[in-house]
Structures are given as C-alpha cells and as structure tokens.
C-alpha cells in the first residue's frame, strides 16, 4: 500500500464552482499534512499545512483533516482557471529518522473557464 | 518564506557525461536537504537525503555511485548525475526545511530538467 494514495484526475470543474480534492495516507502516527500546487514544468509550491483534525481556512482554500480516518482533503472555493494545476498531498516519512516528505501521484485540477 | 535556488535550470547532456545540480538556501541554514526526481506525468520520489558534514542517505534502487550528492556547507548541496544515460533525463528537485524537527514546511527549489541526448 502506497504511503499516500491520491486520485489522478484529471478533475474538471467550473469556473467558480468548489474543486474537492482528496488523499488518504497509510501512517496513523503521521502528525503533519501538506498540500502543495505544482504547474507543468514547475517545482511545488506550498498551498496548506494542517496538523490538528478539522478544518484550516487560508483565503480560498480550506484543508480538512481526519485522522481517525486517515483522510485529508482541501477544497479550492471559487474555482479559477489559473487554479489549474496539479495538487499534490504529502506527509513526513516516519521511519528512520527521515525527515524528508512523501508526496502522493497528485491531482490533476482542470477549471473551465 | 525561506528560499531554495537551484542551477541550473536546464540542461541538455551527452551520454557519458556527468552533471552537476547546485541546491542552494539563501537565507537560511540546511543541514539536511533531499533530492526528489520527477518523471513525465508522475509524483516526486525521494532520491536520497543530503547531510552537511556527513554521507548521504540514498533510498532503496538509488545507485548511490550514479548520483553523488555532497553536502559540504550549510546552504548547498549538490547533485552530480555520472556517466548520465537517456533513461536519467527527468526534472529533478531539491528542497530543504527550515529549522529542526520534521513537521514545518519543506521549501524547494525551482528544479533542474536534465536532458541526456
């Protein structure tokens, strides 16, 4: 079982519709949770980070986190076409000391305008 | 936030040539920072993880004589692809987190596309 487990997509809303993004992860210890946006060609840049379960709101975009369920999710209000991208949820590896992330296949964000 | 650079951007290569990748914190300093490769259309993996002072630490398959990673300052780290193959062309990344611990958030670098003709 992958570490963290994303559907590719492509996921293909509306202009100003809500996009729902989803990623479980398999480490119950895991205590830190990312999100990051990557466009094609471009290194990830940080969306969100959540460490307590609920919901963290930044501007349009609310992380979710549930730990009993080992879920995580964020959710992108008002869609815009320059949101598409590819989101990529990642976790700290555990094991070893390692402090590196693990990031999941990503999710490929289509917003029609 | 923290700044990652990495160089150079891009490169195109012969086969049998080596690269060299510069990972660089510009305002902070990294006594660990990681290298993740990146494939056409598939998430970042884990190469190996770089350690000031210290070797590194490669991840399971990483041929650890191909990809040489020496980390001889608290803000770079470089990557050297050796006797670099087409099969090794691919978008590779550097990052670095800012402080200690390992729950903060991992900065990374714009990325360096290597090309092997």
């Known amino acids: 079982q992958k570490e963290v487990e994303q559907n590719s997509g492509p996921l293909s809303v509306p202009e100003g519709a809500i996009a729902s993004l989803n990623c479980t992860y398999s480490?119950?210890?895991?205590?830190?949770f990312f999100w990051y946006r990557q466009y094609s060609g471009k290194s990830p840049e940080l969306i969100m980070s959540?460490?307590?379960?609920g919901d963290k709101e930044d501007g349009r975009f609310t992380a979710q986190l549930n730990k009993a369920s080992q879920y995580v999710s964020l959710l992108i209000r008002d869609s815009q076409p320059s949101d598409s991208a590819t989101y990529l949820c990642?976790?700290?590896?555990?094991?070893?000391?390692?402090?590196?992330?693990?990031f999941g296949s990503g999710t490929r964000l289509q917003v029609q305008p | 936030g923290a700044v990652v650079s990495q160089h150079p951007s891009w490169v195109i290569c012969k086969s049998g040539t080596s690269v060299k990748i510069e990972c660089r914190s510009l305002?902070?300093?990294?006594?660990?920072m990681f290298w993740y490769r990146q494939f056409p259309k598939q998430s970042l993996m884990l190469m190996a993880t770089?350690?000031?002072?210290?070797?590194?630490?490669?991840e399971q398959g990483v041929e650890k004589d191909k990809f040489l990673i020496n980390h001889a300052s608290l803000t770079l780290s470089t990557l050297t692809v050796t006797s670099a193959h087409p099969e090794d062309s691919s978008f590779y990344i550097c990052?670095?987190?800012?402080?200690?611990?390992?729950?903060?958030?991992?900065?990374f670098g714009e990325g360096s596309r290597l090309t092997v003709l």
């Open positions: 959540i460490y307590s379960n």
């Open positions: 305002d902070f300093q990294a006594t660990t």
């Open positions: 770089s350690n000031e002072g210290s070797k590194a630490t490669y």
């Open positions: 990642a976790v700290p590896l555990m094991d070893t000391g390692r402090r590196a992330l693990t």
């Open positions: 990052s670095a987190r800012e402080g200690i611990g390992n729950t903060g958030e991992l900065f």
């Open positions: 480490d119950r210890g895991s205590q830190s």
